[in-house]
């Protein structure tokens, strides 16, 4: 999987859709990044003042 870089957009669905169980892979396939970006982000290493979103886009993958 080609390794593109996590941007402030995508932190909140990404803090969100951990906080609702999602496994690192699922996240990590929507965004079309590593599974390492999702840990980075979930760490506090990428973007830790970023709250999670309030709701998933219409289009991310039901669990």
Known sequence: MKDNKV???MVPV???A????YNY???AS???INQ?????VMKGRLF???????ELPSD???V
Request: net charge positive.
């Open 25 to 27: 892979a699922r996240i």
């Open 18 to 21: 951990r906080g609702k169980k």
């Open 30 to 32: 929507y965004f079309q």
């Open 36 to 40: 390492g970006r999702i840990a980075d």
């Open 7 to 9: 941007t402030p957009d």
């Open 48 to 54: 830790p003042e970023i709250p999670p979103a309030s």
């Open 60 to 62: 991310f993958p039901m």
């Open 14 to 16: 990404i803090k969100l």
